[in-house]
């Protein structure tokens, strides 16, 4: 039932050549004793330095002689085979057997135990949990430290004690070993992983209040989860602490996706999301042509904003981006509402300015740049829908842009005829606005390679039973 493992290395981790195992002890164990024994020193092929050779005692001239790894390989697989894989920080002896077997190609796999962490939970508040100090403490004599079979029969009798002290524990006492030091984050792992399907939509992770304190968004959402249960940030580990049940939202598309869980974020401003919680926007870029012609841009509280290219949820964002428009492009800091009116900007000075402001440049030169910006910000048409696929085979999705911006999301019948915008805008749910949204909108755009772009116009029907494409202009409806 349970094989209990030892090894001593020749260095303090796996590299190949360097660092090698150059004893191994094995002790199956049927859960109440030790039935039998396989050790032995293996040859490492590499020289054993004098710092381990001082802590194991074992050095080149002991091993030179004894097999190699690949010649006692069929012995420890036959060992350990249906076995839990037991060790004192078993991540050590196991990882350094699995490295073995890689460098011969095989894919070492078994269930582990580790006696320091089951230690952990039933002797609680020692001040050191190593082998040695262990087992000192609880009176278990370890005739050969660091060596293999001296250190596997010590960790044997304090696996007796502790399957003792589970046995009296009411809290343990009619769990498995294995089932005991099953940590609870691996069981909310295995439970989230089990609920979650591998499909596009938002999910949501719950506290064991049912207060949402995450929400993330996935074309495979059983895939995302799993990198949580990944992470080393502190940030991470603290959610997954809290995370007690997981719900989920199918979407299909994964523009809906985007847009459902920025609404969501902003709607339930969950403990653990970073991004998109702001609901208000204060400012915001507009941008109107003046009396000659030539394209402006300015900042405006968002209460003054008569054609907003963008909204900002602060006057240092808004500001921030206006500036690295104005870099990029070669805009004038007159004609961005950042100098006086009746100035020569002092970008010109600096040569940034290619001198609009000073009637140096021709205004369709200037404008052309300034156009670069709208063309980045504004939609093509100011009102079209785009088709993407549903939940379902027998369905699509549908996101409608209503006067250039985001209006809300539905899903239709494939088998059913659509020939108007009208029955269109019909399928949606309105959206609560916000500005963001219409970012998210338009990079999708750029990035997505599978959908269908309809603008409202008059014209031709459509046919939403067609395989979703990039359709420029065509098909028109009214």
């Known amino acids: 039932m349970f094989a209990i493992v030892d090894i001593e290395t020749c260095a303090g981790k796996y590299e190949f050549r360097k660092g090698r195992i150059i004893e191994i002890c094995i002790l199956l164990h049927d859960g109440l004793q030790v039935v039998d024994k396989f050790s032995t020193l293996i040859n490492p092929e590499c020289h054993i330095s004098s710092f381990f050779r001082g802590i194991t005692g074992i050095s080149d001239e002991m091993v030179a002689g004894a097999?190699?790894?690949?010649?006692?390989?069929?012995?420890?697989?036959?060992?350990?085979?249906?076995?839990?894989?037991?060790?004192?920080?078993?991540?050590?002896?196991?990882?350094?057997?699995?490295?073995?077997?890689?460098?011969?190609?095989?894919?070492?796999?078994?269930?582990?135990?580790?006696?320091?962490?089951?230690?952990?939970?039933?002797?609680?508040?020692?001040?050191?949990?190593?082998?040695?100090k262990l087992c000192d403490s609880l009176g278990i004599e370890n005739l050969a430290r660091h060596r293999a079979e001296g250190d596997a029969l010590a960790t044997a009798q304090l696996f007796d004690l502790l399957m003792q002290l589970k046995s009296m524990n009411p809290q343990y006492k009619n769990l498995g070993a294995t089932e005991l030091m099953t940590r609870r984050i691996d069981k909310i792992k295995l439970y989230v992983l089990d609920k979650l399907p591998e499909a596009c939509g938002v999910y949501y992770f719950l506290d064991k209040e049912g207060h949402i304190i995450y929400i993330g968004k996935s074309k495979n959402m059983r895939h995302r989860a799993m990198s949580h249960f990944n992470s080393k940030e502190k940030k991470s580990l603290k959610m997954l602490n809290q995370l007690q049940d997981i719900d989920f939202e199918l979407c299909g598309g994964e523009l809906i996706a985007l847009l459902r869980e920025a609404e969501e974020i902003k709607r339930h401003k969950p403990e653990f999301n970073r991004m998109r919680k702001a609901n208000s926007f204060t400012q915001c870029i507009d941008w109107f042509k003046d009396s000659d012609g030539i394209i402006r841009f300015k900042i405006v509280p968002s209460q003054e904003s008569e054609n907003a290219l963008l909204s900002f949820v602060t006057y240092g964002t808004a500001r921030s981006r206006l500036e690295s428009m104005l870099?990029?492009?070669?805009?004038?800091?007159?004609?961005?509402?950042?100098?006086?009116?009746?100035?020569?900007?002092?970008?010109?000075?600096?040569?940034?300015?290619?001198?609009?402001?000073?009637?140096?440049?021709?205004?369709?030169?200037?404008?052309?740049?300034?156009?670069?910006?709208?063309?980045?910000?504004?939609?093509?048409?100011?009102?079209?829908?785009?088709?993407?696929?549903?939940?379902?085979?027998?369905?699509?999705?549908?996101?409608?842009?209503?006067?250039?911006?985001?209006?809300?999301?539905?899903?239709?019948?494939?088998?059913?005829?659509?020939?108007?915008?009208?029955?269109?805008?019909?399928?949606i749910k309105q959206a609560i606005y916000y500005p963001d949204t219409d970012d998210l909108v338009r990079g999708w755009m750029k990035t997505a390679s599978s959908y269908k772009y309809v603008p409202f116009r008059a014209g031709n029907e459509i046919n939403t039973s067609e395989k979703s494409e990039h359709i420029d202009f065509e098909p028109q409806i009214d």
Do not use: W
């Open 67 to 132: 097999p190699r790894f690949h010649e006692v390989a069929k012995d420890i697989l036959a060992f350990t085979e249906g076995r839990v894989f037991i060790g004192h920080n078993v991540g050590f002896d196991y990882g350094f057997v699995r490295a073995e077997f890689a460098a011969l190609g095989y894919t070492y796999k078994r269930e582990t135990l580790c006696t320091v962490r089951l230690s952990r939970k039933l002797l609680p508040g020692k001040l050191s949990y190593s082998l040695g």
């Open 327 to 427: 870099e990029e492009h070669t805009l004038c800091l007159r004609y961005c509402g950042l100098t006086p009116d009746d100035s020569v900007c002092f970008d010109h000075h600096l040569k940034k300015c290619n001198g609009i402001c000073a009637g140096e440049e021709e205004i369709d030169v200037y404008n052309k740049r300034a156009q670069e910006v709208l063309d980045k910000y504004i939609f093509k048409d100011a009102d079209f829908a785009l088709i993407d696929k549903g939940r379902t085979p027998e369905e699509y999705s549908v996101v409608v842009v209503e006067n250039g911006h985001y209006a809300g999301f539905g899903y239709g019948d494939r088998s059913i005829h659509i020939q108007s915008a009208d029955e269109l805008k019909g399928m």
